[in-house]
Every structure is written in structure tokens, then in C-alpha cells.
């Protein structure tokens, strides 16, 4: 079975810096991942995905994702962030020809300050 | 294009009474459906899923139990409800097939029992 690790309970930030929201996933066949982001009291909205391919996957949002099979890992990225970009941020894996149902991390606040 | 609705945003009820949440999607044919619960602070714990009408599996014992009448509508129900059951309840779908379809979140339900 697979599992997700999402390192950072919470991350703050001031507006304007860089931004790194870590996942690291376990699984013994190949995978899909997923992040997606959660505005307070809305549902899950679906960032960005890696299915194959290129390595470096864009988003909405300016948000971007690295895959790195060796490191099993897939954090997500914002060069610059902003003060709408406060939310919670959720990494979710799914096994290549396995079950439809993705397993989700546990969640990362962004907390983005002024 | 698709969408999902969910309803009702919030809901206040006392414990030991009923409940009835609903979900319907439009713009897609077979969608799989699941519930998920939400508690402040944490991630989010599969509750329901279906692939088909009448089709339910269930991922975690509970009071809790859901029915899919029809092709595009999934309800959540209880007929008690326990102070454990606050939380925000959220309905997702996602195409029927491999396990690279992302899922899609509707607004969710904030559930308050008194």
C-alpha cells in the first residue's frame, strides 16, 4: 500500500519569498501524484498533477511540482507567493493500475504574512 | 463542463437527531463518488465511496451511512447523530476507470452537533 508524508504541518512565509511545500511518498510500483490546495471552508481545488513524462509538472496559480522518483518525493513550488495564496495545501498519491482512491497527506498550512 | 453541488453549507443539530446531506454532479455520466470527513485541524478520512448506484463500500465503522438512489447523486445519512460526527463533510467524484483521474471537491458541509 501506499503512503504520504507531508513533512510541514505549517509554513509561514512572508509575501513576495519563495515557497516549498515538501511530500514524500511510499510505494513499490509507479505512481501518480497530486497536489491540491484548500481555501478556508471551500472544498479541495486540484493544483497540479504528474501523470508521466516531464519530471517538472506547472499549475494554476504559478505553483509548480518536481517529481524525483529516486528521492520519492514531489514538492511543490511558488517562486513568489502572495497573501491569497494562505490555504491549506494537500499532496495525494495514487498507484499506477491500482485502486482509484488516492491517499492524501495530512496537509500543509501555508500562512502567508504581510 | 462538470460541476458538483453540495448542500447545505452549514448545519447546527442536536445530538441524537437525523441527518441528510446530499450531492449531485452534472455534466458527467458513472462518476465514482466519495464522502469525506474533515476534523478542525486534520486531514481527510475517506468515509463512502461508490462506483455505481446502490455500489457502497465503506472505509471506516461508523453511525454513519450513505446511499446513491441515482447515478449522479450520493446522500450521507444518520439516524443518530453523536457529538464525534462534527466536522466538515465534503463530497468528491472523479471519472470511472484508471487511477490517474484526479478528484473533484464540492464546497463541503460544516456539521455542528449541539
Known amino acids: 500500500a501506499q503512503s504520504v508524508t507531508q513533512l510541514d504541518s505549517q509554513v509561514p512565509v512572508f509575501e513576495e519569498a519563495p515557497v516549498e511545500l515538501r511530500c514524500n511518498y511510499s510505494?513499490?510500483?509507479?505512481?501518480?501524484l497530486f497536489w491540491y490546495v484548500q481555501y478556508p471552508n471551500q472544498g479541495l481545488q486540484l493544483l497540479l498533477k504528474y501523470l508521466s513524462g516531464s519530471t517538472l509538472v506547472k499549475g494554476i496559480n504559478g505553483f509548480e511540482a518536481e517529481f524525483n522518483k529516486s528521492q520519492t518525493s514531489f514538492h511543490l513550488r511558488k517562486p513568489s507567493v502572495h497573501i491569497s495564496d494562505t490555504a491549506e495545501y494537500f499532496c495525494?498519491?495514487?498507484?499506477?493500475?491500482?485502486?482509484?482512491?488516492?491517499?492524501f497527506g495530512r496537509g500543509t498550512s501555508l500562512i502567508v504574512h504581510p | 463542463s462538470q460541476t458538483i453541488h453540495q448542500w447545505p453549507a452549514t448545519l447546527v443539530q442536536p445530538v441524537g437527531s437525523p441527518l441528510s446531506l446530499e450531492c449531485t454532479v452534472e455534466g458527467t455520466s458513472n462518476p465514482n463518488l466519495y464522502w469525506y470527513r474533515q476534523a478542525a485541524g486534520r486531514g481527510l478520512q475517506l468515509l463512502f465511496y461508490s462506483v455505481g448506484i446502490g455500489q457502497i463500500s465503506s472505509e471506516v465503522p461508523q453511525n454513519l451511512s450513505a446511499s446513491r438512489p441515482q447515478d449522479r447523486q450520493f446522500i450521507l445519512s444518520s439516524k443518530k447523530l453523536l457529538l464525534s460526527d462534527s466536522g466538515f463533510y465534503l463530497c468528491?467524484?472523479?471519472?470511472?476507470?484508471?487511477?490517474?483521474?484526479?478528484?473533484?471537491f464540492g464546497d463541503g458541509t460544516r456539521l455542528s452537533i449541539l
Open positions: 495525494a498519491v495514487s498507484l499506477s493500475g491500482g485502486s482509484y482512491i488516492p491517499t
Open positions: 468528491a467524484w472523479s471519472k470511472p476507470g484508471p487511477s490517474n483521474q484526479p478528484q473533484h
Open positions: 510505494s513499490s510500483v509507479s505512481v501518480y
